[in-house]
């Protein structure tokens, strides 16, 4: 056994050139939808390892039982699905049980000579399944399931930015950036808020106290919305009725959402929530906690609108990238040194927006930036 360990990581290390490298993992699977997955629903059969004799590659089989979207195999078809094989990213079929049903986002493959019905499991570099449990997963039917993906496929531009290129996952950290700070109590969650046709995941929590700015009494029920295939919200099945939690909450990505009505990032955006229990999270009590994250909101300078807002390169050639902190980016207009409309963009609703200006002619520009909360000019410098 030994020997065989020594031989396997020797072929390994053989192949090291071939090893994926990731950034960021997404354990969100509806995060990983794009139109360059091919979705499917399929039963594990069974695998083994005749896929790649010189370094033991996982073969799954599954029996296709529906498809989302392009799809070249046929209803009741078995497909080959790749997996790990020590050099790649593919995901641990070892993992999965005769009888599963799953909801798969597979690839051709990293492999040019896959044959029609063979396709890749990606692993490491995020979660690219879904179990199917009593006909539903995460409180989703089949149906539902399904309806999610299409309308995500039809949203692909739409997808989250992050102000951080590299998340950062201590709360702590999130705190300025976020609009309010509150302790409050999970009970439960649904799917009943819809935000451009994707139907988004909607958390009931019961404010016990807050910090900061936070316009919602103490006992109030209020709403915040999660993960939607989209965006970058916060996966709110993680969480369990009861769940105590300090929340760093965001006016949210949708300039409708009511007074009750909150946005909880999460994923790559960073980790904005802090659980507690038993009245205290890794030996901190509550007053403690409370302290350290007032002491956040002190310690960080007030900033306007307008220091919120960057927009580079300036000078500009070929592309400009608008982008804030925590103010939605509602509308940019673009006038030139005469003061002519050139470019109105709407509907941006977003932290982060890019903007052609290869066509446009050398000189200076006037950018008027619409936000939730006013409006913010800049000049460039047009090369």
Not at 35 to 59: H, P, W
Not at 70 to 78: E, K, V, W, Y
Not at 226 to 253: H, Q
Request: proline share 1%; with cysteine.
């Amino acid at each position: 056994m030994k020997n065989l360990m020594v031989l396997f990581c020797l072929v390994i290390l053989a192949n090291v050139s071939l090893a994926c490298s990731c950034w960021p993992y997404e354990p969100n699977f509806y995060k990983n939808i794009s139109k360059n997955t091919l979705n499917c629903i399929a039963v594990f059969d069974t695998m083994d390892y005749v896929y790649n004799e010189s370094v033991r590659g996982q073969l799954g089989y599954f029996v296709l039982i529906d498809t989302i979207g392009s799809f070249d195999s046929a209803i009741g078809d078995t497909i080959f699905v790749v997996g790990q094989d020590g050099g790649n990213c593919g995901e641990t079929l070892r993992q999965f049980s005769r009888g599963d049903t799953m909801v798969l986002a597979l690839r051709d493959g990293f492999s040019r000579q896959f044959e029609k019905d063979t396709f890749y499991l990606e692993g490491a570099c995020g979660k690219y399944f879904q179990k199917i449990e009593n006909g539903q997963s995460a409180d989703l039917t089949l149906f539902e399931i399904k309806t999610k993906i299409f309308n995500i496929l039809a949203h692909t531009g739409e997808v989250c930015s992050c102000r951080h290129k590299y998340a950062n996952f201590d709360f702590y950290s999130q705190v300025s950036e976020a609009s309010a700070i509150g302790l409050a109590v999970f009970r439960k969650y649904d799917y009943s808020y819809s935000h451009n046709d994707l139907i988004a995941q909607t958390g009931y929590f019961i404010l016990i106290d807050t910090i900061g700015k936070f316009n919602n009494n103490r006992g109030d029920t209020i709403y915040i919305i999660g993960e939607d295939g989209i965006n970058c919200g916060e996966m709110l099945n993680i969480f369990s009725t009861g769940d105590t939690l300090f929340l760093a909450l965001s006016s949210g990505y949708d300039v409708d959402f009511l007074k009750d009505t909150f946005y909880l990032k999460g994923g790559i955006c960073g980790n904005h929530y802090l659980p507690i229990k038993n009245g205290e999270n890794f030996g901190m009590s509550l007053t403690e906690i409370e302290e350290q994250i007032r002491s956040k909101i002190t310690a960080t300078t007030s900033t306007t609108i307008s220091e919120q807002i960057t927009l580079y390169p300036n000078p500009a050639s070929e592309q400009l990238t608008l982008s804030s902190n925590d103010e939605i980016i509602l509308q940019v207009r673009i006038y030139d040194a005469s003061g002519k409309l050139i470019r109105s963009i709407q509907g941006i609703k977003n932290h982060m927006a890019d903007i052609e200006v290869a066509s446009f002619a050398s000189g200076l520009y006037h950018i008027i930036i619409q936000t939730r909360h006013g409006k913010v000019m800049r000049t460039i410098l047009k090369e």
